[in-house]
């Protein structure tokens, strides 16, 4: 597809036309279409029935770039599929507990049965009290349809879930910018950059709650941005009630409490920047406040079985300050926003160096720089001018996922240790999972700084001396970028993974995209960007599919000899073979594993009454390697362990002869 198709722009012809607002305008504030700068499609053809200019007849409506995306994003999985060893959003805690406990819940629900209780874990337990499974989550049912109704392996449950709810966030994603006035050809492709974000691709593959998360939020926000520019429409009332509940009906509590807060940050600052009267301003907060009390009452039906439920577990009480910013995102991490780092020597998210965790096709900091002191200057000018509104509100997005990200970073800042002490937000866990909804609320300002940016060239475009001036700062821009770039990746360390063919293409990519972006006013560049997105998106699919495994299958030997004392009996899983663990198995395992039981917010077993955990076994978390069985098994250390109990596959000769050779009898 050519870049001018891409683009939807027409290059010829001086005059560029300012499109029609973007969706209805209900007061004289709302921010109108970005221009598409070019004339009817049909006089830069051939002629009417061309295919240049039905390609750009399709262009100019937003349907075409919703079915692209979905297109694109399907694209991308595939090529990752292709270059990953282990293609797979089965991994690690979604291995152990979100797929088997989903398709429990959600198997009871097309069974017949409100799914209420669970008697395959910690003696049985509420699936209301302890939501993570989504009990009442209507996707995650229409997921386990598909996949049961198709006959495909679990394998498939988190990856239709995954994929679903990545097509629904950058359609959110494209719809939101074209709410605030961005042309379609960014808004693609900051949709496409903003699924392509390391800590998204990476994190599903193991938490699959992020996806929803990423799905729901920017139809959230477009809910509010609509609600605040006045609108009365039923419908945006309502995405804005269903966005919030949604989240809540993920059922991770911590994540619905930053969404809220995220949704929070940005309506504030939103009806501050806008240009209504006091009294509009009072007007418009209020109907927001009553969509949102709607939300929490129909929230409150999945969240308040947790809160009565957890007052008798390990949750009731706050964890140490050391475990409150535990695992916090660096400052040097951070720096992964401008290119794809592939740091993996410490294996996880937020540990030195991990940049590829943020990377999101390194357009965000150049559009977030460079946008930002374009609205720097026209604050200066203090003209009324839509570009003006467009900073204004790019710079409400930028500073809730600045606010998000300061979270975010934990121990290296002091003020996330300040809120250590509130109620409820003391007992999460994990800093850095404030990512999950700073990274979006950062990419969509940096959206709109690349559109301030093509709008300042088209509208200087002549021969003069200040436009010549400006081409010449924005080459030194691009140019200083790669080389930062460069030297960034030279510390530390692209050559573990970059022999990776896709990956490389990735990479390769990610500088392509660092020197094109000062130039996002030029539609051929504006293809070149949209085909960079996708192999950037392509690099981090197989990042994330080769290093989620990688986190599983690291030695456990440490992680079981630091157990909590829990009682007389303890239980060691043997099992050689993972494929060969269904549903119902994996839940007993995950069960005898205890994934958890050494943390205050462990997704299991701090969701067990207390007295549970007097008989409960040990936390071992994950299925060790078959060497370390063949030496752990005759030795004393399990004795030391008091592990009288190993749960093992029936008709396994090895195993069986392993068992024996360790005293161990088998019972059925």
């Known amino acids: 597809m050519s870049s001018r198709a891409l683009g939807g722009e027409a290059l010829r012809g001086k005059a560029t036309s300012r499109e029609a607002t973007t969706h209805e305008a209900t007061t004289h504030e709302a921010t109108s279409g970005a221009p598409e700068s070019g ?62 406990m989903i398709a429990a819940a959600h198997g009871q629900l097309l069974g017949g049965e409100l ?83 390391g800590y998204l691709r990476t994190g599903a593959t193991f938490w699959i709650f992020y996806a929803p998360t990423f799905g729901w939020l920017p139809w959230t926000l477009l809910a509010a941005a609509r609600l605040l520019d006045g609108s009365r429409s039923f419908r945006h009332g309502a995405l804005l009630v269903a966005g919030l509940t949604a989240q809540a009906y993920v059922g991770h509590p911590q994540i619905l409490v930053y969404v809220w807060l ?63 910013v535990r695992i916090s995102v660096s400052p040097v991490g951070t720096l992964g926003m401008l290119l794809p780092g592939y740091g993996i020597r410490d294996g996880f998210v937020v540990r030195e160096p991990v940049s590829y965790m943020l990377h999101q096709a390194a357009w965000v900091l150049p559009g ?23 900073g204004r509100r790019a710079a409400v997005l930028a500073l809730t996922g600045a606010v998000l990200m300061v979270f975010a970073m934990g121990r290296y800042l002091k003020v996330y240790g300040w809120t250590y002490g509130i109620p409820v937000w003391s007992s999460f866990r994990y800093p850095h999972k404030f990512l999950s909804v700073a990274l979006p609320c950062l990419g969509l300002a940096a959206a709109l700084g690349l559109e301030l940016l093509a709008r300042r060239a088209e509208r200087g475009a002549d021969a003069s001396l200040a436009a010549r001036r400006e081409l010449r700062w924005r080459a030194y821009a691009a140019g200083a970028s790669v080389l930062l770039a460069l030297a960034i990746g030279m510390v530390i360390g692209w050559h573990e993974v970059v022999w990776q063919p896709v990956v490389a293409l990735g990479l390769v990519c990610g500088l392509a995209t660092l020197a094109l972006t000062p130039f996002v006013q030029l539609p051929a560049v504006r293809g070149a960007l949209a085909l960079c997105g996708v192999g950037s998106a392509a690099g981090m699919v197989v990042l994330g599919q080769t290093f989620a495994p990688y986190l599983i299958d690291e030695p456990h030997a440490p992680a079981s000899a630091r157990y909590a004392p829990s009682g007389e009996a303890r239980i060691l899983p043997v099992h050689v073979d993972r494929r060969r663990y269904d549903i119902y198995p994996r839940l007993l395992y995950q069960s005898a594993t205890m994934l958890g039981v050494d943390s205050v ?14 008989y409960l076994p040990s936390n071992s978390r994950g299925l060790l390697t078959e060497e370390m069985y063949r030496e752990l098994l005759p030795s004393h250390l399990l004795r030391g362990l008091n592990v009288r109990y190993a749960t093992a596959p029936l008709q396994n000769a090895e195993i069986d002869g392993w068992l024996r050779s360790a005293g161990f009898r088998r019972e059925r």
Not at 87 to 100: A, G, K, L
């Open 39 to 100: 004339v009817d499609s049909e006089r830069t053809s051939s002629g009417p029935g061309s295919l240049r200019a039905r390609l750009a007849r399709a262009a100019s409506r937003d349907v075409f770039w919703y079915l692209l995306l979905a297109a694109v994003l399907l694209a991308v999985e595939l090529l990752g599929a292709l270059g990953s060893a282990a293609y797979s959003y089965d991994h690690w805690d979604n291995f152990e507990f979100y797929t088997p």
């Open 115 to 197: 799914p209420l209780w669970n008697p395959h874990q910690h003696l049985g337990e509420s699936f209301l009290a302890n939501p993570q499974m989504g009990t009442f989550y209507p996707p995650y049912t229409l997921a386990y349809a598909v996949v049961t109704g198709l006959g495909l392996h679990w394998n498939w449950l988190c990856g239709l879930i995954f994929f679903s709810h990545l097509c629904l966030g950058a359609a959110g994603s494209f719809a939101m910018l074209r709410q605030l006035g961005v042309r379609r050809s960014l808004c693609f492709i900051a949709a496409l950059g903003l699924c392509s974000a």
């Open 262 to 324: 995220t949704v929070g940050l940005f309506c504030v600052g939103y009806l501050l920047v806008g240009t209504q009267t006091g009294q509009a301003r009072l007007q418009r907060l209020g109907a927001l406040g009553l969509h949102a009390g709607c939300a929490l009452p129909l929230s409150l039906l999945t969240m308040w079985p947790v809160f009565v439920h957890s007052r008798n577990t390990l949750r009731k009480l706050p964890m140490s300050f050391e475990d409150f």
């Open 368 to 390: 977030l720089l460079l946008g930002g002191w374009l609205w720097l200057q026209l604050e200066r000018e203090r003209q009324a001018t839509p570009e003006r509104l467009l």
């Open 601 to 614: 917010t462990g997704c299991t077993t701090t969701m067990a009454p207390e007295q549970y955990l007097t």
